[in-house]
């Protein structure tokens, strides 16, 4: 087995986990969770021992499924209130020797030198380019050689309250955290490809009670701006207008109704029991044309924020989160946007679902890290992955889980 990774993400509907294995530039799923959260607001943790029982049981899951114990995780957080900046850090290369992996290390922590880091804690410092002995300008600079080395570095850091009650939580779920970014760093490593790293885009992330808009400059995070609306708006909806109970609400949304109501079907009805216990039928057609209303206003609330954020031109706009899963929400998007936007679409087997594009980024995000540090990193121990391939084995071969894991018992 090669590099094991395990990412989460704190949300304020579900906790999210997954753990990956990197082969051959690949990733596989090992294990994914979403489970049930609870002591999350908008993101932020409001109750620490609260939240801490929901990571354990979503750990629990992980944990059953592999055998073995998660003990070190890259988490990725809310940016909310997070701040960006630009920074310079430069560093002379001994003997005009070939680069290394030390020397971009020094020259990232010489563009941290002297930052004031008393009320916002550092999460992310990521290099926009590198310049060689004032002359050649790369992205990678590993392997060239040169007398000196210069980096602009854009450097995202958050409050360190937020900061501090998420790494509690963790540590009292009995995991380390080994890693920290933000969530639209992660949905942005989940999209990315050659294309988006050299034009300015946006990425929305329609979230439980709140939707994330954040502008991207070559791979840079440079905006980033919270809406306060989101999934559940629909579900209060749905509940107010037909009298339901907000769990049903989410139920039909996700099962029964369709993002455009031009495409629901009139003769489609279901019977749902209204809160005075008597009975009523609800059309497709109904519960859509109210759905359509509240996601047609998020799009374009969010439209509205990247004008606000940036007057460049947009490239292009992703749309990722729970609700984008929601049946002919491409339509949707479609009309609101044109073709410069597009649902995100996550094709890893296993985690084949919008809702983990944050968790499934933060562990891309880390790797490509450690790659431009010259770094490896391994989040189980030797023991920890014999145990890991003596349950996968177990499973039988003609299952659907043991030809998933196929891959993991010729390597």
Same mark, same amino acid.
């Given at each position: 087995?090669?590099?094991?990774?395990?990412?989460?993400?704190?949300?304020?509907?579900?906790?999210?986990?997954?753990?990956?294995?990197?082969?051959?530039?690949?990733?596989?799923?090992?294990?994914?969770?979403?489970?049930?959260?609870?002591?999350?607001?908008?993101?932020?943790?409001?109750?620490?021992?609260?939240?801490?029982?929901?990571?354990?049981?979503?750990?629990?899951?992980?944990?059953?499924?592999?055998?073995?114990?998660?003990?070190?995780?890259?988490?990725?957080?809310?940016?909310?209130?997070?701040?960006?900046?630009?920074?310079?850090?430069?560093?002379?290369?001994?003997?005009?020797?070939?680069?290394?992996?030390?020397?971009?290390?020094?020259?990232?922590?010489?563009?941290?030198?002297?930052?004031?880091?008393?009320?916002?804690?550092?999460?992310?410092?990521?290099?926009?380019?590198?310049?060689?002995? %004032?002359?050649?300008?790369?992205? #990678?600079? &590993?392997?060239?050689?040169?007398?000196?080395?210069? $980096? +602009? =570095? !854009?450097?995202?850091?958050?409050?360190?309250?937020?900061?501090?009650?998420?790494?509690?939580?963790?540590?009292?779920?009995?995991?380390?955290?080994?890693?920290?970014?933000?969530?639209?760093?992660?949905?942005?490593?989940?999209?990315?490809?050659?294309?988006?790293?050299?034009?300015?885009?946006?990425?929305?992330?329609?979230?439980?009670?709140?939707?994330?808009?954040?502008?991207?400059?070559?791979?840079?995070?440079?905006?980033?701006?919270?809406?306060?609306?989101?999934?559940?708006?629909?579900?209060?909806?749905?509940?107010?207008?037909?009298?339901?109970?907000?769990?049903?609400?989410?139920?039909?949304?996700?099962?029964?109704?369709?993002?455009?109501?031009?495409?629901?079907?009139?003769?489609?009805?279901? %019977?749902?029991?209204?809160?005075? #216990?008597? &009975?009523?039928?609800?059309?497709?057609?109904?519960? $859509? +044309? =109210? !759905?359509?209303?509240?996601?047609?206003?998020?799009?374009?609330?969010?439209?509205?924020?990247?004008?606000?954020?940036?007057?460049?031109?947009?490239?292009?706009?992703?749309?990722?989160?729970?609700?984008?899963?929601?049946?002919?929400?491409?339509?949707?998007?479609?009309?609101?946007?044109?073709?410069?936007?597009?649902?995100?679409?996550?094709?890893?087997?296993?985690?084949?679902?919008?809702?983990?594009?944050?968790?499934?980024?933060?562990?891309?995000?880390?790797?490509?890290?450690?790659?431009?540090?010259?770094?490896?990193?391994?989040?189980?121990?030797?023991?920890?992955?014999?145990?890991?391939?003596?349950?996968?084995?177990?499973?039988?071969?003609?299952?659907?889980?043991?030809?998933?894991?196929?891959?993991?018992?010729?390597?």
């Amino acid at each position: 087995m090669d590099n094991i990774y395990t990412g989460i993400e704190l949300g304020t509907d579900s906790i999210k986990i997954v753990v990956l294995e990197k082969h051959d530039s690949k990733y596989y799923v090992l294990s994914s969770v979403s489970s049930s959260s609870s002591g999350i607001k908008n993101g932020q943790v409001v109750d620490i021992k609260v939240a801490a029982s929901s990571v354990r049981e979503a750990l629990s899951q992980v944990e059953e499924m592999l055998g073995i114990r998660v003990t070190k995780v890259v988490v990725a957080v809310s940016p909310v209130d997070c701040q960006m900046d630009i920074v310079v850090g430069s560093s002379d290369i001994i003997d005009y020797n070939e680069i290394s992996g030390e020397d971009v290390c020094n020259v990232l922590n010489d563009a941290l030198r002297g930052q004031d880091f008393s009320e916002y804690e550092l999460i992310t410092a990521m290099p926009i380019s590198f310049k060689i002995d %004032e002359e050649k300008e790369v992205s #990678d600079p &590993k392997g060239f050689r040169g007398s000196f080395l210069e $980096s +602009k =570095v !854009v450097i995202g850091t958050m409050p360190k309250e937020s900061l501090y009650r998420t790494l509690e939580v963790l540590k009292l779920s009995g995991v380390e955290a080994v890693d920290v970014t933000f969530t639209s760093t992660g949905d942005y490593f989940t999209i990315k490809n050659k294309r988006v790293d050299d034009i300015v885009g946006a990425i929305i992330n329609i979230g439980e009670t709140s939707t994330n808009v954040s502008v991207f400059n070559s791979g840079i995070q440079i905006k980033n701006s919270l809406i306060p609306v989101g999934s559940r708006n629909v579900d209060r909806d749905i509940s107010y207008i037909f009298h339901i109970e907000e769990a049903l609400s989410r139920k039909l949304k996700e099962t029964f109704a369709v993002s455009m109501s031009s495409y629901a079907d009139n003769n489609d009805m279901v %019977e749902v029991s209204l809160d005075d #216990d008597s &009975k009523k039928e609800i059309s497709q057609v109904g519960i $859509s +044309k =109210v !759905v359509e209303a509240r996601v047609r206003e998020i799009l374009k609330l969010a439209k509205n924020e990247i004008k606000n954020l940036t007057n460049r031109e947009i490239r292009y706009i992703i749309i990722t989160g729970g609700l984008s899963e929601l049946a002919g929400f491409s339509y949707l998007v479609d009309e609101e946007f044109g073709a410069i936007a597009k649902v995100c679409n996550i094709s890893i087997i296993g985690i084949r679902h919008n809702k983990y594009s944050s968790a499934l980024g933060a562990v891309k995000y880390f790797d490509d890290k450690l790659a431009l540090r010259g770094k490896s990193y391994n989040m189980f121990t030797g023991s920890d992955i014999e145990n890991l391939v003596s349950v996968q084995q177990k499973v039988t071969s003609n299952s659907i889980i043991g030809k998933v894991f196929g891959h993991f018992f010729d390597n």
